[in-house]
T-cell receptor, first 117, second 108 residues
Framework: DGGITQSPKYLFRKEGQNVTLSCEQNLNHDAMYWYRQDPGQGLRLIYYSQIVNDFQKGDIAEGYSVSREKKESFPLTVTSAQKNPTAFYLC????????????????FGEGSRLTVL | EDQVTQSPEALRLQEGESSSLNCSYT??????LFWYRQDPGKGPEFLFTLYSAGEEKEKERLKATLTKKESFLHITAPKPEDSATYLCAVGGYNKLIFGAGTRLAVHP
């Protein structure tokens, strides 16, 4: 079945560590996104990519980094510079990027919950 | 400032008790309003897209409507399996803004 796979589902990080969240899609979508979800807040965009080897910062990119070396993969690294990383992280994809119509019809993965110890 | 506000934050219904969720928005250049369902610990699942005032979409017990300033998600005769958080998002040019969601609990 086509879809988005995120791993790991749960992750624990110690202070000062970098951690990487995996996101793989087999939908052949051009655009991929990383969102952060905190209780009582709407999803906030961290980074997005519309084509391979290109990505743009979202609203809360500080302390995060991404790469897009393959169309299918868009890993997110939470660096030690991110001061409050405990959150639920969601990866999504869509056939087209944010500048296109139907931009809100996103396909989401199951999420990764990161906890800082 | 672009903004999406959902109300109520939480809603408890008895099975069969119909109600509506609200999504009010301000955005320059609306390019669609989107509803999602999110189960606990899962990613959101896309439900509907609405593009223009007066438009309606239906799926099973759910009906979404749109005006120039807000959207409603009407739930008719809900069942316990409709319990979830419902998210609203508004598309502008090169941006997508999510509301905080409404947590719906339907009790038998």
């Amino acid at each position: 079945d086509g879809g988005i796979t995120q791993s790991p589902k749960y992750l624990f990080r110690k202070e000062g560590q970098n951690v990487t969240l995996s996101c793989e899609q087999n939908l052949n979508h051009d655009a991929m996104y990383w969102y952060r979800q905190d209780p009582g807040q709407g999803l906030r965009l961290i980074y997005y990519s519309q084509i391979v080897n290109d990505f743009q910062k979202g609203d809360i990119a500080e302390g995060y980094s991404v790469s897009r070396e393959k169309k299918e993969s868009f890993p997110l690294t939470v660096t030690s510079a991110q001061k409050n990383p405990t959150a639920f992280y969601l990866c999504a994809s869509s056939p087209h990027g944010l500048a296109e119509a139907n931009t809100g019809e996103l396909f989401f993965g199951e999420g990764s919950r990161l906890t800082v110890l | 400032e672009d903004q999406v506000t959902q109300s109520p934050e939480a809603l408890r219904l008895q099975e069969g008790e119909s109600s509506s969720l609200n999504c009010s928005y301000t955005v320059s250049g609306l390019r669609g309003l989107f509803w999602y369902r999110q189960d606990p610990g899962k990613g959101p699942e896309f439900l509907f897209t609405l593009y223009s005032a007066g438009e309606e979409k239906e799926k099973e017990r759910l009906k979404a409507t749109l005006t120039k300033k807000e959207s409603f998600l009407h739930i008719t005769a809900p069942k316990p399996e409709d319990s979830a958080t419902y998210l609203c998002a508004v598309g502008g040019y090169n941006k997508l803004i999510f509301g905080a969601g409404t947590r719906l609990a339907v009790h038998p």
